[in-house]
């Protein structure tokens, strides 16, 4: 299964990591597999410079989802508007053209919308 998780708000994070984590979970207990991506545009990505991360106490949720196969993606006009540096986000952060233009792909590609 096929699940992108829409991040714009930084107060909606920590649900955001907990939706991945519960659906990783249940993907284990009953054998189903899932592919996630959690795309953060707007205000999010402030939270997904590395500084931020460690400073908020989320760096090592991200990184363990990371490492259980979670794609992270960030919005480049929102890195842009915001004046953040490709350079200063967690290191496996995907940096995209466009948030919008990746949620558009993935749900045409058949992935369930979630946003927290």
Same mark, same amino acid.
């Given at each position: 299964? &096929?699940?992108?998780?829409?991040? @714009?708000?930084?107060? +909606?994070?920590? #649900?955001?990591?907990?939706?991945?984590?519960?659906?990783? +979970? !249940?993907?284990?207990?009953?054998?189903? @597999?899932?592919?996630?991506?959690? *795309?953060?545009?707007?205000?999010?990505?402030?939270?997904?410079?590395? %500084?931020?991360?460690? $400073? %908020?106490?989320? !760096? %090592?949720?991200?990184? %363990? #989802?990371? #490492?259980?196969? *979670? /794609?992270?993606? $960030?919005?480049?006009?929102?890195?842009?508007? $915001?004046?953040?540096?490709?350079? =200063? #986000?967690?290191?496996?952060?995907? *940096? *995209?053209? =466009?948030?919008?233009?990746?949620?558009?792909?993935?749900? /045409?590609?058949? !992935?369930? !919308?979630? &946003?927290?």
């Amino acid at each position: 299964m &096929k699940t992108v998780i829409h991040v @714009d708000e930084p107060e +909606k994070w920590e #649900l955001a990591l907990t939706n991945a984590g519960n659906i990783i +979970k !249940y993907g284990e207990q009953t054998g189903t @597999d899932f592919r996630i991506e959690i *795309v953060a545009n707007g205000a999010a990505v402030e939270n997904l410079r590395e %500084d931020r991360a460690r $400073a %908020d106490g989320r !760096y %090592d949720a991200i990184r %363990d #989802l990371a #490492l259980d196969t *979670v /794609k992270f993606a $960030a919005c480049r006009n929102a890195l842009a508007a $915001a004046g953040i540096r490709e350079g =200063s #986000l967690i290191p496996f952060i995907e *940096v *995209v053209p =466009s948030g919008a233009v990746e949620l558009i792909r993935r749900q /045409k590609e058949g !992935y369930a !919308y979630i &946003k927290p």
